[in-house]
């Protein structure tokens, strides 16, 4: 026997089936002051980068506008990149399985995009290396779930060893980012982003 309206059937536990659904939210953009934080468009700042993006908040939207052009470094022949960021305290998401993001892009953009954890365990010295993975986007509104297990921990686009598992970071995030994906391609994008959520 099934309860459509609760998720779970009669031989699902309860428990199951809550933690199936289990959200918790890390960052949203409609002025709640549990979940609003601080963002920084932070563009590729070396060898002669020349990458740029806005971010802006649509509080009567309940939307962020990140928007922007990866251009190719000259010095590197090579795509840079662009990236927002929200250092800041974050709650527990110990026990969540993923990172689930409702976003879209608008007009012609870049698809391919990144989101990125910092936590208090992957900085070693002066050194502060992220957990990151890739996930694309569509011009439809939709929820991107992104699994924990997908995210590598690197420095300046270059993997760490000294990082430990994320699933024991998620007591300790620091920050919270999204930047084009790197390696990635030259061209403009335009997102729209409405909520991150660590996910279960």
Not at 44 to 66: C, E, H, I, Y
Not at 123 to 131: D, I
Request: glycine share 8%.
């Amino acid at each position: 026997m099934c309860f459509a309206a609760l998720g779970f059937c009669k031989d699902t536990p309860l428990s199951a089936a809550v933690a199936s659904t289990k959200t918790i939210s890390l960052a949203t953009f409609d002025g709640a002051k549990v979940s609003t934080q601080t963002w920084t468009a932070v563009n590729d700042p070396v060898m002669g980068g020349q990458s740029f993006g806005t971010f802006n908040t649509s509080v009567a939207r309940k939307v962020a506008l990140w928007e922007g052009e990866v251009k190719i470094v000259p010095f590197l022949h090579a795509p840079g990149f662009c990236n927002v960021q929200a250092p800041g305290s974050y709650p527990d998401a110990s026990g969540m399985t993923a990172i689930t993001l409702r976003a879209r892009t608008v007009g012609t953009s870049l698809a391919n995009f990144n989101v990125q954890l910092s936590t208090k365990g992957s900085h070693r010295g002066f050194k502060s290396a992220s957990y990151s993975a890739n996930f694309t986007l569509s011009s439809e509104w939709q929820d991107v779930t992104v699994p924990l297990t997908s995210f590598a921990c690197n420095w300046r686009g270059e993997p760490v060893s000294w990082c430990p598992s994320i699933m024991t970071q998620l007591s300790k995030i620091t920050q919270l980012a999204v930047g084009t994906a790197f390696p990635g391609k030259a061209g403009k994008f335009n997102v729209e982003l409405e909520s991150i959520s660590a996910t279960a």
